[in-house]
């Protein structure tokens, strides 16, 4: 079994600054791409931004320059520091990892997602 446990989010006044952080814990063999997702009311959930394995990153174009992804391979974990924040930021953020356990192939797995709220 996998979990993904995600934390730093909370209230921030526009311009500030956040860093998330998402730990992928279980019976792991191996943990491909590990991204961030968000959802605001009334949106569907859209890509944030990407890390691949091996270090390649891809981030949606709204955040470009503002937001930074980044990974700590030996220890499961991914991050996302996000600076210059907007009301427009204000969403709920997932994790997500591709992983593979020691009995099935990789599969998509979803943090339970943690509250970005900010204020104008």
């Known amino acids: 079994q996998v979990q993904l446990v995600e934390s730093g989010g909370g209230l921030v006044r526009s311009g500030g600054s956040l860093r998330l952080s998402c730990k992928a814990s279980?019976?792991?063999?191996?943990?491909?791409?590990m991204g961030w997702y968000r959802q605001a009311p009334g949106n569907q959930r859209e890509l944030v931004a990407v890390?691949?394995?091996?270090?390649?990153?891809k981030y949606a174009d709204s955040v470009k320059g503002r937001f930074t992804i980044s990974r700590d391979r030996p220890e499961n974990t991914v991050y996302l520091q996000m600076n210059s924040l907007s009301p427009e930021d204000t969403a709920v953020y997932y994790c997500?990892?591709?992983?593979?356990?020691?009995?099935?192939?990789?599969?998509?797995?979803w943090g339970q997602g943690t509250q970005v709220t900010v204020s104008s």
């Open positions: 997500n990892a591709e992983i593979a356990t020691m009995t099935h192939r990789a599969k998509g797995y």
């Open positions: 890390i691949t394995s091996d270090g390649n990153t």
């Open positions: 279980g019976s792991i063999f191996y943990v491909d791409d």
